[in-house]
């Protein structure tokens, strides 16, 4: 078994990223992360930590009462830590998508009694994802092949390329011009300009969700400042790119009832 401090640091990142999507907020996430950890600090008997243990333990903290001020009454407590998670079927499908969790895997980390339950959850959410309304997409890419692989994809899937930019000021033009519903961001672009910076300045007038596809995850994923809540990792699997843009919709459309 790996020392417990290595597999921590190891694993932050990717636990930051999945519970960024569950989540569909960066603070959110990132408080769940703390939650788990702190909780295994405290453990009477911390098992011994592998990369299912953390998600695990991700997956058990917020269950938990986190002492912090808010309801006392547990079952409210619960209620309100389960609200700000995607439904199980959801965690099924983000733990074998993004993460590549096994269905063996899957039902270790959610406590469920068989692979066959986690198999049955996946399929589920994948119904969900065909009957899915499609969306209008911009693709913020500076190599043209990756940039028309993904647009092929993404109209493959049913949703509607509304145009591909090469610079962060191309794609703020085309932002303001064409009003995506998704957005799909590389971070470095080919003229030193940043798909961060376009992110930025595209969220600053219209309200989107951004998938960012880079082959640097783990810079995005440090927890110091405001960051991506949904990254996916170049070279990307066509299936992670389809499960992350599917979760980002469907957070908008849940987050946004919730803000009605």
Same mark, same amino acid.
């Given at each position: 078994m790996q020392d417990t401090a290595e597999v921590v640091r190891r694993e932050l990142p990717y636990l930051r990223r999945y519970a960024r999507a569950l989540t569909g907020d960066q603070a959110a996430g990132d408080a769940m992360v703390h939650d788990a950890l702190t909780a295994l600090t405290r453990a009477a008997a911390p098992p011994q930590l592998d990369r299912l243990e953390l998600f695990r333990a991700l997956h058990r903290a917020a $269950?938990?009462?986190?002492?912090? %001020?808010?309801?006392?009454?547990?079952?409210?407590?619960?209620?309100?830590?389960?609200?700000?998670l995607a439904p199980e079927r959801r965690q099924a499908l983000l733990l074998s998508a993004l993460e590549r969790f096994d269905a063996e895997q899957i039902a270790f980390v959610l406590d469920l009694p068989a692979a066959d339950d986690a198999l049955a959850l996946i399929d589920q959410a994948r119904a969900d994802m065909r009957a899915q309304e499609a969306t209008r997409v911009l693709i913020i890419e500076d190599e043209p092949v990756i940039a028309l692989d993904i647009a092929s994809?993404?109209?493959?899937?049913?949703? $509607?390329?509304?145009?591909?930019? %090469?610079?962060?000021a191309e794609a703020m033009a085309l932002a303001e011009r064409e009003q995506?519903?998704?957005?799909?961001?590389?971070?470095?672009?080919?003229?030193?300009s940043s798909g961060i910076d376009a992110a930025n300045a595209i969220l600053s007038s219209l309200h989107v969700p951004i998938v960012f596809?880079?082959?640097?995850?783990e810079r995005l994923l440090t927890g110091q400042r405001p960051e991506p809540t949904f990254v996916v990792t170049k070279p990307f699997v066509v299936d992670t790119l389809s499960v992350a843009i599917s979760q980002a919709l469907i957070t908008r459309q849940r987050l946004g009832r919730r803000a009605a």
């Open positions: $269950r938990e009462d986190p002492g912090s %001020a808010g309801p006392r009454d547990p079952e409210a407590v619960i209620a309100l830590r389960l609200d700000r994809h993404i109209e493959q899937v049913g949703h $509607r390329v509304v145009g591909i930019a %090469a610079t962060a995506p519903g998704l957005v799909l961001a590389d971070i470095q672009l080919g003229d030193g596809v880079t082959a640097f995850p």
